[in-house]
T-cell receptor, first 112, second 113 residues
Framework: DGGITQSPKYLFRKEGQNVTLSCEQNLNHDAMYWYRQDPGQGLRLIYYSQIVNDFQKGDIAEGYSVSREKKESFPLTVTSAQKNPTAFYLC???????????FGSGTRLTVV | GDSVTQMEGPVTLSEEAFLTINCTYTATGYPSLFWYVQYPGEGLQLLLKATKADDKGSNKGFEATYRKETTSFHLEKGSVQVSDSAVYFCALSVSGGYNKLIFGAGTRLAVHP
């Protein structure tokens, strides 16, 4: 079955460490996205990518980095520059025209 | 800029009650409108959508009508079940080059037996 897979489901980070969240899709979607969700808030866009080797900053890109070396993969790195990284992170993908928007099951990141 | 406003939750209902969750939007273009549902600890699932004015999206007993004159897309269900307890997000997508979704803050629904 086609879908979008995020791993790990839970992730713990020490202060000052970088961590990378994985997102893989086998839907043949061109576009991929990373969102951050905080309790009681909506989703805020971190980064998005429409094609391989190209990506754009979203509304809250500071302290995050991404790469898009393969169509199927869009990993997100939460760097030590992100002051408040504890959140639920959601990856999504879609066709370039926006159809078929599909979400992964999320990664909960906690700073310890 | 484009934005979505949802009624604040939580909304607490008894089983078989009527549900309305209000959603209004602001958009410069001609948006498509969506309702997503999120169950605890999971990602978002598309519940229904409407792509033009007066369209009605429906799924699993939920309905929403795209009202351009009032810039609204309110979610309704005639008889809720305990299994409907979740967080509901209204979202819009404005076509034209890039179709990122813009989300409301979400409304938590709790249905009690």
């Amino acid at each position: 079955d086609g879908g979008i897979t995020q791993s790990p489901k839970y992730l713990f980070r020490k202060e000052g460490q970088n961590v990378t969240l994985s997102c893989e899709q086998n839907l043949n979607h061109d576009a991929m996205y990373w969102y951050r969700q905080d309790p009681g808030q909506g989703l805020r866009l971190i980064y998005y990518s429409q094609i391989v080797n190209d990506f754009q900053k979203g509304d809250i890109a500071e302290g995050y980095s991404v790469s898009r070396e393969k169509k199927e993969s869009f990993p997100l790195t939460v760097t030590s520059a992100q002051k408040n990284p504890t959140a639920f992170y959601l990856c999504a993908s879609s066709m370039v025209d926006g159809y078929g928007y599909t979400f992964g099951s999320g990664t909960r990141l906690t700073v310890v | 800029g484009d934005s979505v406003t949802q009624m604040e939750g939580p909304v607490t209902l008894s089983e078989e009650a009527f549900l309305t969750i209000n959603c209004t939007y602001t958009a410069t273009g001609y948006p498509s409108l969506f309702w997503y549902v999120q169950y605890p600890g999971e990602g978002l699932q598309l519940l229904l959508k409407a792509t033009k004015a007066d369209d009605k999206g429906s799924n699993k007993g939920f309905e929403a009508t795209y009202r351009k004159e009032t810039t609204s897309f309110h979610l309704e269900k005639g008889s809720v079940q305990v299994s409907d307890s979740a967080v509901y997000f209204c979202a819009l997508s404005v076509s034209g080059g890039y179709n990122k979704l813009i989300f409301g803050a979400g409304t938590r629904l709790a249905v009690h037996p």
